[in-house]
């Protein structure tokens, strides 16, 4: 269950539209965070416990969602366009850790393929973004295990034009006047639960992949659409002067799925086979993130220079990265976890994503624990966004 019909047609649709506009958010570079770091970490201190280079796939292109993982990187960064990534020094707090860390994009690049599989094709692989929901039915062939939630809260939305349907403050209200809703073709568990539990009717599911923002815009806002909460109001009411205006969301997490999205995600195996590296590793990813969210300014120059140099299409601006932080920032969509710390995982959550993805889905999950999924045992309860 990726993610790449929504983000895909987003690409295309301001395309479609017009050439020059941005769309999602942006991610970022390791340099400027790590003076920030609170805690920084000792020179080398991953050295020999980790590999010499950590390789990290992302689940897209650069965005301001993935800022944390390109913190890490250092001054000394070399792109490959050909291959769609980035290395360089992996720093914590100005220091090098002793080791590289390699950043490789997902999207057209790997053909669209989950990270969860990625980790099986490439050894070399050690983490990458998944969604905690959409790793369980394929975990008897590609088990993985989530060890750090990137983000407390899943940006996924469905948006409408608050002008053409003033009295509609949620989803559930879009249903009284049957407003067709633009899903995409991917199928997801939220999509199923949302019906389940009567929020929307199937009725008004559109699953065509239809592009981004044309297929809103000329509409003239009659129809609602699924997408980012980080992304698009911006991309609608700035970068497309065809609309111009402000669309009106709600969060999935809002309506009772409470995804973890963007969780970096390990091999089950790894778990106990690279401990001592994640151990010290996971602790330098949540500083890291903490000073991403602090001070996303040089992260968000780099990432936007990467996605012009990787030329795949995908369209960023500066603007929209340095919107984008702050709206994480705003719906809570960046934060810390349940007990204080950030990136740890709530069992009682999990359990609800477990019981969800049995209900909602053919997959049996009457066996399947919290434990199965998630691990706070990497997790320094001491790092937390102020």
Not at 125 to 140: A, C, D, N, W
């Amino acid at each position: 269950m990726a993610s790449a019909p929504l983000r895909t047609l987003r690409v295309a649709g301001a395309l479609g539209v017009a050439g020059s506009m941005a769309l999602v958010a942006a991610c970022s570079s390791g340099s400027s965070g790590a003076e920030t770091s609170a805690t920084p970490a000792a020179e080398g201190v991953l050295s020999g416990i980790c590999p010499s280079t950590v390789v990290i796939q992302a689940d897209w292109e650069p965005e301001s969602e993935h800022g944390g993982i390109y913190e890490l990187l250092g001054d000394d960064y070399t792109v490959d366009v050909d291959n769609k990534s980035v290395t360089g020094s992996l720093v914590s707090g100005g220091e090098p850790t002793g080791v590289n860390v390699e950043i490789r994009i997902g999207g057209s690049s790997v053909g669209y393929q989950p990270v969860q599989s990625l980790l099986y094709q490439d050894p070399d692989i050690l983490m990458g973004y998944g969604r905690v929901s959409e790793t369980i039915p394929s975990l008897e062939e590609t088990p993985v295990v989530s060890v750090f939630s990137t983000l407390e809260k899943s940006p996924y939305a469905i948006y409408w034009d608050p002008a053409t349907y003033p009295d509609a403050e949620t989803i559930a209200d879009l249903k009284a006047d049957d407003v067709k809703i633009f899903m995409g073709s991917e199928a997801t568990v939220w999509q199923d639960f949302l019906v389940g539990t009567g929020v929307i009717d199937a009725s008004q599911i559109d699953p065509s992949d239809a592009p981004k923002p044309a297929t809103f815009v000329a509409a003239g806002g009659a129809v609602a659409e699924a997408g980012f909460a980080s992304a698009e109001p911006y991309l609608y009411e700035v970068e497309t002067p065809e609309w111009g205006k402000p669309v009106k969301l709600q969060l999935i997490h809002d309506t009772g799925f409470p995804e973890y999205f963007q969780s970096m995600i390990v091999r089950a195996d790894d778990v106990t086979a690279q401990s001592e590296c994640l151990s010290a590793l996971v602790p330098i990813l949540q500083q890291a993130e903490v000073d991403y969210i602090t001070d996303p300014t040089a992260t968000n120059e780099l990432m936007v220079g990467l996605v012009d140099e990787y030329a795949t299409g995908w369209i960023y601006t500066l603007d929209n990265a340095n919107w984008s932080i702050e709206e994480q920032k705003e719906l809570g969509l960046v934060g810390n976890g349940a007990d204080g710390a950030l990136g740890s995982y709530d069992e009682e959550r999990v359990q609800t994503l477990i019981d969800l993805v049995g209900e909602y889905t053919d997959y049996d999950t009457s066996s399947l624990t919290p434990a199965d999924l998630v691990t706070n045992e990497f997790i320094d309860p001491s790092i937390a966004l102020p």
